[in-house]
């Protein structure tokens, strides 16, 4: 394709450009039908065949459990910040526990506090959500309905490394933004939900994955399309799902798959996010924002100390066909993200602007 420059944006973020040669390709006539995949009903066999390929692929792709279901739903990850307590707080006792290691997590404790009570087992403040705390295992009620958290903070360039032991209380995870970038076991988890827009396509629709006995004791008060037993007995058709979404999800998965599936996507991530870390690491110019141990591998952050050449060093870069690498307004600085579809190259040339930068003005 022409004119593509290399896309660091956090969200909607770049896709693979098979993707979209595929998308572009198929968009006027799909696989002969002489309609668009955007103009049919979701009720017909051939979305279908979609819909289960994107379901079976992703549970190839991460070993899922067979005591787990996928869903896909309307709304992106916030939705979920609704969805999550609606259908995990118990009726007689209503209470979720959250840790708190960046603005989404933040918002998802605001969120869940309409349905019912919540606790803060564990909060990043004190390090302005650059480290995340250790985790006292003292600080978790474990008569909890749940345990939420993010496993990577998408604005301030940390992760989770390793993830929290919350015992019987079930562990809910936010996966928005690093989701098939590396290998998780989802037997530790009860639910793990993504937006789509990062490493699963487009914006607008999430996908959940829960363990079977987490389904089906949804509040009262919940609405018709948050509910997860609804969504498991209509195989995620309870009204008009995003046709689209779900059909360019399962091409990216499918790319996934011929990229040599998730272990090589965190192979790839590890080497695309060290390439960066090594040029700050070795620079008194630029300022790596995340601690080290719980530093991203798909959103990398840093800052360079006068604000001018921070702003020259945005300008500089999009000049050079980087775009998109201003940090978050609430983070400030720079921000690389680069989920699975930023090839390599990418990241390379970035680090050799980088590098050219500091030679020039540090
Ligand atoms: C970790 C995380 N959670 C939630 C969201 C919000 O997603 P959405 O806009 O789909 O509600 C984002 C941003 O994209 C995110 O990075």
């Known amino acids: 394709m022409t004119n593509r420059v290399y896309n660091f944006s956090a969200g909607p973020s770049t896709l693979p450009e098979h993707v979209i040669q595929t998308v572009k390709e198929e968009l006027l006539d799909y696989k002969g039908i002489g309609a668009s995949i955007i103009e049919i009903s979701h009720r017909l066999p051939i979305f279908e065949e979609i819909l289960d390929s994107a379901k079976s692929l992703f549970s190839e792709l991460t070993n899922l459990p067979k005591n787990y ?5 309307h709304g992106g ?12 707080m118990s009726h007689n006792f209503r209470k979720g526990s959250y840790f708190l290691t960046g603005r989404w997590g933040i918002l998802a404790e605001k969120e869940a506090k309409r349905y019912g009570k919540t606790e803060i087992v564990l909060d990043g403040k004190e390090y302005e959500y650059l480290e995340i705390p250790e985790f006292d295992n003292d600080s978790l009620d474990s008569g909890s ?18 993830f929290p032991d919350t015992g019987k209380v079930p562990l809910v995870a ?9 290998e998780i076991d989802y037997s530790n988890f009860g639910v793990v939900y993504a937006g789509f827009q990062k490493n699963l396509g487009i914006p607008g629709t999430a ?7 987490l389904i089906g004791n949804a509040l009262p008060e919940t609405p018709k399309l948050l509910d997860y037993g ?3 007995k209509e195989n995620s058709l309870p009204n008009t799902i995003n ?12 790319w996934i798959k011929k990229q040599g599936g998730v272990s090589e996507m965190e192979k790839l991530a590890m080497k695309k996010s060290k ?4 040029v700050l690491d070795n620079s008194n110019f630029y300022k790596i924002l995340a601690h080290p141990k719980n530093r991203s591998t798909m959103n990398v952050t840093f800052n360079i100390n006068e604000n001018i050449l921070l702003e020259k060093f945005l300008n500089e870069a999009e000049n050079e066909g980087f775009f998109a690498l201003k940090g978050h307004s609430l983070v400030g600085g720079i921000r690389a993200s680069i989920y699975n579809a930023m090839p390599l190259e990418g990241v390379e040339e970035l680090s050799i602007f980088m590098k050219y930068f500091e030679k020039k003005y540090g």
């Open 77 to 88: 990850a916030q939705m979920q910040f609704s969805a999550v307590p609606l259908n995990l």
């Open 69 to 73: 279901k996928i869903l896909f739903m």
């Open 145 to 162: 309905c749940y345990a939420h958290l993010t496993t990577n903070n998408t604005l301030f360039g940390t992760r989770w490394n390793s």
């Open 243 to 254: 046709v689209f979404a779900i059909y360019v999800m399962n091409l990216v998965i499918k």
């Open 230 to 232: 609804l969504y498991v």
């Open 275 to 278: 390439l960066l870390y090594d």
């Open 207 to 213: 996908i959940v994955i829960i363990r079977e006995d």
């Open 174 to 182: 936010d996966a928005t933004s690093d989701i098939l970038s590396r």
